[in-house]
């Protein structure tokens, strides 16, 4: 999904990003495919703001969506289909993953 | 810098988190060895405590720094290499750029 692969669009703080870094295994094993899944499903969910995502050559990946409010990061985080990715995530794709909610205070872009 | 290919050990929240999101221009032209510097620097600033880089081959990138404090990061921010960098960054590698300063109130990790 074009989401994925460009900056978000996000309106002025205050709002909420949820950094997940995780570090890949060798194989693909159905993640790509999970993941785009994942990325159409969250953005559906009411309070999603944008998602930016990448992963380097040597399986290191960031993946940071942006929320209105902590309701919509639970919201999220409760739905069947992602429950059941996260197991998946801990059990066949990522060898090690850091989750960090944060409260994004402050924002500039550029050019 | 290994540091910049890894899951950054941190403390336990609260702390702070600057996420830099940027889109490279084509070709290198010095850019690599510049944000190995600028890693090297950040990372002997007091108050830091670890850093998460991954670029995609499509050019997008993700840097995602920790800090202590708002103190230590606007310490950073005005290091006058770093500003030096900062102007190089908008004039020459990065098409487009956001960055987002947040403060990080949960983690949490695996497996």
Known sequence: ??????????????????????RRREGDRGYA????????LGSGVDGFLGIENTRD?????ITVSY??????????????EHVKAQQGGKETWCGDYQVRIAKVERAH???
Chains 1, 2 share one sequence.
């Open 57 to 61: 050559v040597n399986g290191l990946g």
């Open 1 to 22: 999904m074009d989401t994925a692969a460009s900056i978000a669009q996000t309106p002025e703080p205050p709002y909420y990003a949820v950094i997940f870094t995780s």
């Open 67 to 80: 929320w209105r409010d902590e309701a919509a990061i639970m919201a999220w985080k409760r739905d069947a």
């Open 109 to 111: 872009h550029g050019p």
């Open 33 to 40: 495919a999970m993941a785009d899944r994942m990325i159409e």
